[in-house]
């Protein structure tokens, strides 16, 4: 008994042994994101107890654990939650993984930001890993087809060119097109500036589409709104530094199959034949021993690198960001090129109920944009003779070129052009702003910031004197020997806001009010001067090298001052019941006393029902309804657009000899009721999430009316002016958005899945009183202009005669309308449709042709990662736009003495009676040039935009390195591979329809890259 006794006592005194052991068992550890920057403040607590503990500024944890078989949970606000089983461990490092759905809950709203549950206007935030991942130049080529109404288009391959950018598609005229761009808190409505950015020192950007999101802006947000927000330190977080790298070749995306020297040689000899005229003498009965292809002698394999160091640090009270980057480009057209060097400091410090900051970033951006015209090179290397060799040792400049005996020899040798012409565009460029903030009360802050922007930029063209042939005449376009033009231009912005904010709770009502007062200034001046001649050379490439000018000099000064007052409340209910009404009242000096003001203004509610009661049980994580209306301006046309101007062309002679210059009346005429251009915006739209947010969905209806459209309308000569602005009519806007996002992470493996589609459509509702339509200018190079803005057609509308294949026999011509202009029409020759009937072609028979408007704009990302792998899909597309294919009018319309496309070799004959080629004659003995739908396409496509795969490596790797936060290395391809129907250079064409005659070509990259963090 005694015994027994004894073993149960022994038994109790090692189970409380037992239990003392692991009540009193201390772990510690340290808690970090995944870049390894440690997370002060997450919370860590022993699951089913409220045992607890919260790490320290460097992350650091320790915790005495109470039960037996502890399990530790760990939660950071943004940050996935995570949970471990002790076991026998004590020393932890925990690694916390962001949560972009939390993370994404705040969005930038204009000045402020605010829940993305409690946002009632049309917003969507693109996050900086949507852009830093992405190796290009520039930030808008990273966003394409990730914004559901947000277009962008790159028309131009050009190394530094800027891309069209649109919200929900173009309402206006000739007024500016482009959205307003606010980079941290200042305004600018300069796209150039986004060159200047490096996409790497981006945060994250926020597109503001309809009315209530943008009127905060007032005036000069009716063509939407895009935020930018970069990169700064975060208070607490230990000194941080990354360095990435990329680099490698980029081609042109697509060449035209042009017919080779034998085969030029055998049609040109059959058009002359069939058109009575002489044979090109280098062409007739010789045997050709050149065979020049022009596209591989301007296009070449060029390349892009980028170099990038930027690092953080923080102490108690602030912290810093600071990069420095330089971007190097070679243009994959010979003698063309972009470089950039950027630098950006942004810190933030505060002192009790004071906050202080700053961002300055300074650019340098250099441009080698090689010959420049209203036809490119491009454009003359299709056009030029493949019997022609490209160079010549014998000629003054090395070059060879077309003479008499090539036949039409007016023309651009492309080559020489390219490298013999030194353009070039240096760009410094200051973006700063200052801030000061106090909490006057408990809610209320008042808010100073003070920005401005300065750049100053040198145009510079120099080509010495050079010679093409053997006749001794000077080059196309270079009758004068050696010119140099210049041009120096200084552009200066500052901007002073000054706002009070106020937010309160009371119960379940929360408030939010903000008032200010902003006023901002832009100058700009540039003087510009051209040479020719005299001692100009290559050693002296200097405006005193020849006193001999081209044209006068000039200096224009242009001013513009805007001052607004801002006002906006925001209140919700319970988090449920939401309300925003926007006022700003916006003043510019574009106009007149009389019609300077204008008041703009805009109200949303929204409804976020999934928190309502009888949502409990539904399969919706949220759900919420909103609606917006409201009223926006547009002031972006010439600073004097309400001015009369003078022409300062004409010269009078006095005393037999005397020249004195004089001014005249005869330039813009004065227009003193020129008023705000006005748009009026509806917005219905409905968040939701399921599947535990995994799967979430956006639809969007919108209406926008532009109404007062600023236009510079040309005037007939006979006026003796050349324009006046006016407010010539109403545009609208209407279409459906749409965005859903699937994702969730299955052990190892994540992935998410986004799509996005906008369907609009455009329309003229109505043009002023005597304006019954309005064309493009209509160039030298075309009979008929191709654009017409019509009330009940598209914005962007072709104009022209509509075809209807081609005449096959005489009968059929016979039959026919009379030809235009009488013109002998054959069989082989187009035939065009008589539209009204009277049995001629004339110019009433022309009519719309086609609709440039791109209808559906779509894209989609694949992300997809597995332990260290990571892989991004990008796509890209747009459908049912319209264009004039003018490459192709060209290339197959026997233009002049031009090269043409291999086409041309299935042309009409008797014996080959095509429908697709037409026969073979001059251009100016048929009617086949005339601009019709022969040469209109559809210019739909769809594009890998980007194809990336990357490894980083894990901690015990990194640990091995030396403690190393990030080690990624990556392969990307950029426009990898496009389906089109489109038979041009690329189907990413111009909004207005209208392909520029020899455009930059697109270029396809493949990069390697490295990203370090330490």
């Not at 009540?23 to 440690?38: C, H, L």
């Not at 022609?388 to 492309?414: E, F, H, R």
């Amino acid at each position: 008994m005694i015994i027994k006794k004894r073993l149960f006592y022994l038994l109790l005194l090692m189970l409380c042994w037992g239990t003392t052991q692991a009540q009193d068992k201390m772990v510690s550890g340290v808690i970090t994101d995944q870049n390894k920057q440690p997370l002060p403040g997450t919370n860590v607590v022993e699951k089913g107890t409220s045992n607890g503990t919260i790490s320290n500024a460097d992350g650091e944890f320790s915790l005495l654990l109470t039960t037996e078989n502890p399990v530790l949970e760990f939660s950071y606000i943004g940050f996935l939650e995570q949970e471990i089983v002790v076991g026998q461990q004590k020393k932890f490092v925990v690694t916390l993984e962001e949560n972009l759905d939390e993370l994404d809950e705040v969005v930038v709203i204009g000045y402020g930001t605010q829940k993305k549950e409690n946002v009632t206007g049309a917003i969507t935030k693109v996050g900086k890993d949507a852009i830093e991942g992405r190796p290009v130049a520039d930030f808008q080529s990273a966003l394409q087809g990730q914004v559901a109404g947000l277009q962008i288009t790159g028309t131009d391959g050009q190394p530094g060119a800027n891309p069209s950018i649109r919200i929900r598609g173009t309402g206006t005229i000739t007024g500016g097109s482009d959205p307003l761009y606010v980079i941290d808190g200042v305004i600018l409505q300069d796209g150039d500036a986004f060159s200047t950015i490096n996409p790497s020192d981006i945060e994250s950007v926020n597109v503001l589409k309809d009315a209530s999101a943008a009127a905060i802006y007032g005036a000069r947000a009716a063509n939407g709104v895009i935020i930018i927000t970069t990169k700064r330190g975060k208070v607490g977080a230990k000194p941080q530094f990354n360095v990435n790298i990329f680099g490698g070749p980029k081609m042109i995306t697509n060449k035209l199959d042009m017919m080779n020297s034998s085969q030029y040689q055998q049609v040109m000899n059959t058009v002359k034949d069939n058109s009575g005229l002489p044979r090109i003498p280098n062409l007739d009965g010789t045997t050709l021993t050149t065979d020049t292809d022009w596209q591989d002698e301007l296009y070449q394999t060029g390349y892009q690198q980028s170099y990038e160091i930027s690092g953080s640090t923080s102490g108690k009270n602030g912290s810093i960001y600071a990069s420095i980057n330089h971007f190097d480009e070679k243009g994959t057209m010979i003698n063309t090129g972009f470089s950039r060097t950027s630098l950006r400091i942004n810190s933030d410090l505060t002192v009790k109920r004071f906050k202080f900051g700053n961002t300055i970033s300074y650019t340098r951006s250099n441009y080698n944009l090689g010959y420049i015209g209203d036809r490119g090179s491009t454009f003359w290397a299709l056009a030029y003779s493949p019997a022609v060799k490209v160079t010549n040792p014998d000629n003054l400049g090395g070059y060879q070129g077309a003479g008499p005996d090539d036949g039409d020899y007016n023309l651009i040798q492309p080559v020489a052009t390219q490298n013999l012409l030194d353009r070039n565009r240096i760009i410094n460029r200051v973006i700063a702003s200052v801030y000061g903030e106090v909490e006057i009360l408990h809610g209320l802050n008042f808010k100073t910031n003070l920005a401005a922007d300065v750049s100053n930029s040198h145009h510079k063209m120099f080509i010495p004197e050079f010679y093409l042939n053997d006749t001794g005449e000077p080059p196309y376009l270079f009758p004068r020997g050696a010119e140099l033009d210049e041009e120096r231009n200084e552009r200066t912005m500052w901007l002073w806001e000054n706002t009070l904010n106020y937010k309160k709770t009371f119960g379940k009502h929360n408030i939010g009010l903000l008032a200010g007062y902003t006023m901002q200034h832009n100058r700009r001046n540039w003087m510009s001067a051209s040479v020719y001649g005299g001692n100009l050379s290559s050693s002296l490439p200097i405006l005193n090298g020849s006193s001999t000018t081209k044209a006068d000099s000039k200096s224009p000064l242009y001013d513009k001052n805007t001052l607004s007052y801002i006002g906006r409340a925001i209140y919700d209910y319970d988090g449920k019941y939401m309300a925003t009404f926007n006022f700003r009242r916006d003043g510019s000096s574009v106009f007149t006393p009389e019609n300077r003001f204008h008041n703009f203004m805009s109200g949303s509610v929204g409804w976020l029902i999934s928190k309502e009661s009888f949502m409990e049980n539904s399969p919706f994580d949220m759900l919420k309804l909103r609606a917006s209306y409201g009223s926006l301006g547009n002031d972006q046309i010439n600073e004097r657009a309400t001015q009369s101007l003078l022409n300062s062309v004409p010269r009078y002679v006095f005393n037999g000899g005397t020249l004195v210059p004089t001014v005249a009346p005869g330039g813009q005429v004065f227009n003193p009721g020129l008023v705000w251009e006005k748009q009026v915006q509806t917005n219905i739209g409905i968040d939701g999430a399921v599947l535990k947010n995994r799967l979430s969905f956006t639809v969007d209806y919108f209406q926008k009316v532009s109404d007062d459209l600023l236009l510079d309308y040309t005037l007939p000569t006979t006026t003796g002016y050349d324009n006046v602005f006016v407010n010539a009519g109403e545009v609208q806007n209407k279409g459906w958005e749409f965005t859903v996002n699937w994702g969730d992470k299955k052990g190892d493996f994540t992935y998410n899945i986004g799509a996005n589609a906008t369907f609009i459509n455009n329309e003229v509702t109505r043009l002023a009183e005597g304006l019954p339509f309005i064309t493009e200018k209509k160039g030298a190079n075309w009979e008929f202009t191709r654009n017409r803005i019509e009330a009940g057609h598209s914005l962007y509308s072709l104009y022209g005669f509509k075809t209807d294949g081609i005449y096959q026999s005489q009968s059929e011509v016979d039959a026919g309308p009379t030809p235009y202009n009488d013109v002998d029409t054959q069989p082989g020759d187009i035939r065009y449709v008589d539209i009204n009937g009277d049995g001629m072609i004339t110019d009433e028979d022309r009519t719309f042709i086609g609709d440039a408007n791109q209808s559906i704009t779509y894209g989609m990302n694949i992300n997809l990662g597995y332990k260290g792998f990571d892989f991004n899909l990008q796509l890209q597309g747009v459908y049912g736009n319209d264009v004039f294919n003018s490459t192709r009018y060209y290339t197959q319309s026997y233009h002049r003495d031009f090269n043409m496309t291999t086409d041309v070799l299935n042309a009409w004959t008797p014996e080959n009676k095509s429908q697709t080629q037409p026969r073979a004659i001059a251009q100016q003995l048929a009617n086949n040039n005339l601009i019709s739908d022969w040469w209109v396409e559809k210019a739909s496509y769809l594009r890998v935009k980007n194809l990336q795969f990357g490894y980083s490596l894990n901690d015990r790797a990194l640990s091995a390195l030396g403690g190393l936060t990030r080690l990624r290395v990556y392969a990307a391809g950029q426009n990898l591979w496009t389906i089109t129907n489109f038979t041009g250079l690329d189907p990413e064409v111009p909004l207005n329809g209208i392909l520029p005659d020899g455009p930059y070509p697109m270029s396809r990259s493949f990069i390697l890259g490295l990203q370090v963090g330490f």
